[in-house]
């Protein structure tokens, strides 16, 4: 049985194995939308594949915008 816990455990940073591909990115968010779905968290994939969308572009370029240590 599973539940769902509202709470944040792991802060995630870019890269890693689902980043080498698109294909890789679409396979871990379709996992992703499988796992809430089946939670009865999410319910609409057009919305839930955007808003991935979205974050992934955001956490992007504040990547991107962020300086490095010495610089």
């Excluded at 599973?2 to 698109?22: F, I, K, L, S």
């Excluded at 996992?31 to 319910?43: D, N, P, Q, T, W």
Aim: hydrophobic content about 40%.
């Amino acid at each position: 049985m599973m539940h769902y816990v509202p709470d944040v455990w792991v802060r995630m940073r870019a890269g890693g194995v689902t980043n080498r591909q698109v294909s890789d990115i679409l396979r871990g968010n379709w996992k992703s939308y499988v796992a809430l779905r089946e939670l009865g968290i999410a319910s609409n994939p057009v919305c839930f594949f955007f808003r991935k969308f979205l974050y992934r572009v955001r956490t992007y370029l504040d990547i991107k915008s962020a300086k490095l240590p010495g610089s």
